[in-house]
Structure formats: C-alpha cells, structure tokens
C-alpha cells in the first residue's frame, strides 16, 4: 500500500515538473481593427442637371364677357430640363440651403370649346427658374427637406389663330424632396414643387380688338429628379 502511494506522488510531482519545462501558449492576436465609417457631411457648393413633368391648371377671364366670353380654366402640362446651383450647410443633423435653378420647359394647354369666344384659348410656357431656401434633416447620406421660394416663368396666352402674347412673370414656389449621397462628391434627389405665378395680361391677342382685358392665370404642379456634383467634403 505504501508503495502505491508512493507511486501515485511521484507521478504527480513529475508530472508538475514536465508542465512546468512546457512553453507558454501564445497569446492570442488582437481583434481585427475596423475603420469607423465617418458620418456624410453635406456642407458645399454643388452644381447639377434636373429634369421631369409638369402639370397643372390656366384660368383665363375677361373684363367684358359679354364681347369676348372666356373660358373658365383648362389643364396644361409637359416637361422641363435645365441646370441647378446651390449650397448647403450642416449643423449637426439639420442642413439649411439655397438653391437655383433655370428650366427649359414645354408647358402648354388648349381648350377648343366656344365658350373662349368661339375660337379656342391657348396658353403656354417655355422656362422656368426658382431661388428657393432649402431647410431639411439628415441622416447620414440621406437628406429629407423643404424649400420655399421665388418663381418665375414666361407666360405666352393666344386665341384662335391671333399670334401669342408673352410676358414674365413671378410668383411663389413651395415643396419637399428627398436627396441621397451615393458617392462622396455626387448626390441624387426627387422633389415635388408647387408653382403659383402672377397672372398676366393679354388684349389684342386674345380678344381680336374687342378692347377688352382678358387675365390669364397659371399654376404649375413639378415633379422632377436631379444629379449633383459637390465641390469639397
């Protein structure tokens, strides 16, 4: 019995003296380092491209139905395409702006009806610009903003075969979009704008020289896509 307790210490010390001659593991290696991805900034100037649709509605009345009975109002739409320039600042989350644009539009409308004294009244625009402030929340490389402002537009009213009158006019413009940073200098958005001109004034070349003023009003619902370059980070 003894010598079988013996045994057993003898084989334990030695085992302790075998551990004890063994190298230390290795220690393990650090964890891989990941680069923190930095937040978008939108603060710079920017220039682009936009373009897309209109519609809307031009409301025509004339100060003496009686001689030249105007039509009450009709849809107009088309398209438009131009360049933009702006630039925003970011304080934190919210980014404030101003941004201007000039279209190139095809706008036009027409109603065939006799009530526009019995020749049918036309009313088209061909540009377009806005000067707007642009205020909105982001979230990182997505951009959620409003923007109100100046518009304005060349408004071209004529009757039947009389040759088109043509003026410019301002008005307002309000709307939201919604613009993504899919490339550190390169931004895309889609906005809405609503635009409300002045009304503009047409004789001659609506009523036929009846001597009387016919007012020739045009709104504008814009639904339209735009690329951008931004100079700087």
């Keep these: 019995m003894q010598r079988l307790l013996l045994a057993v210490v003898l084989s334990v010390v030695a085992g302790h003296a075998l551990a004890a001659d063994m190298p230390m593991p290795a220690p393990s290696p650090p964890p891989m380092y990941v680069p923190f991805a930095p937040v978008y900034n939108w603060t710079g100037f920017y220039i682009g491209l936009n373009g897309g649709a209109a519609f809307g509605q031009s409301n025509w009345t004339d100060s003496n139905p009686a001689l030249f009975p105007a039509t009450g109002n009709f849809p107009v739409n088309g398209f438009l395409f131009g360049g933009t320039l702006g630039g925003n600042y970011q304080m934190g989350a919210f980014v404030a702006g101003i941004e201007a644009d000039g279209d190139w539009a095809g706008v036009n409308g027409t109603t065939f ?117 931004k100079f700087g980070w």
């Design 113 to 229: 009806n006799t009530s526009c004294g019995g020749v049918g009244c036309e009313t088209n625009s061909n540009w377009l610009a806005t000067v707007r402030g642009r205020a909105g929340y982001a979230w990182d490389r997505v951009l959620f903003y409003g923007t109100a402002g100046g518009a304005f537009a060349n408004v071209q009213p004529a009757a039947g075969a009389l040759p088109f009158s043509s003026s410019t006019q301002a008005g307002w413009t309000a709307g939201a979009g919604v613009e993504y940073a899919f490339a550190p200098n390169w931004t895309a958005k889609v906005e809405y704008l609503f635009v409300d001109l002045a009304n503009a004034s047409c004789g001659a070349n609506c009523d036929g020289g009846n001597g009387t003023t016919t007012t020739v009003s045009l709104y504008e619902n814009v639904i339209r896509g735009g690329i951008n370059f």
